[in-house]
């Protein structure tokens, strides 16, 4: 059974910068494209990065665009989201999310086009 694991979330202050990365076990996440969700309480989870399988696609939601960059190690066989200049509006619980469906070269903003979750990590930014 396919699960994955986030890691590398924590309380860091504005402008401070974090490494996020997501694991699988059970299988392996290198052949999938991957996408990265945030949530905060009582708000819909929103898609905020995500990455081809063989990472030469990428995407990012507007508001993290210059800030967030996601890549793949295919041989690590991790997938990470470095944080930089983050912002009390970053805080959210950060979730990594994977496609199993064929996807050619493309990547997936939208939570419904991803069929395997982590337990997600909590992401503070806090002075």
């Known amino acids: 059974q396919l699960q994955l694991a986030e890691s590398g979330g924590g309380l860091v202050q504005p402008g401070g910068s974090l490494r996020l990365s997501c694991a699988a076990s059970?299988?392996?996440?290198?052949?999938?494209?991957i996408g990265w969700f945030r949530q905060v309480p009582g708000k819909e989870r929103e898609g905020v990065s995500c990455?081809?399988?063989?990472?030469?696609?990428?995407d990012y939601v507007d508001s993290v665009k210059g800030r967030f960059t996601v890549s793949r190690d295919n041989g690590k066989k991790t997938v990470s989201l470095q944080m930089n200049s983050l912002k009390p509006e970053d805080t959210a619980v950060y979730y990594c999310a994977l496609r199993t469906y064929y996807s050619s070269s493309n990547c997936y903003m939208a939570q419904d086009d991803y069929d395997y979750w982590g337990q997600g990590t909590q992401v503070t930014v806090s002075s």
């Open positions: 990455i081809s399988f063989l990472g030469e696609k990428t």
């Open positions: 059970g299988s392996t996440l290198q052949h999938y494209a």
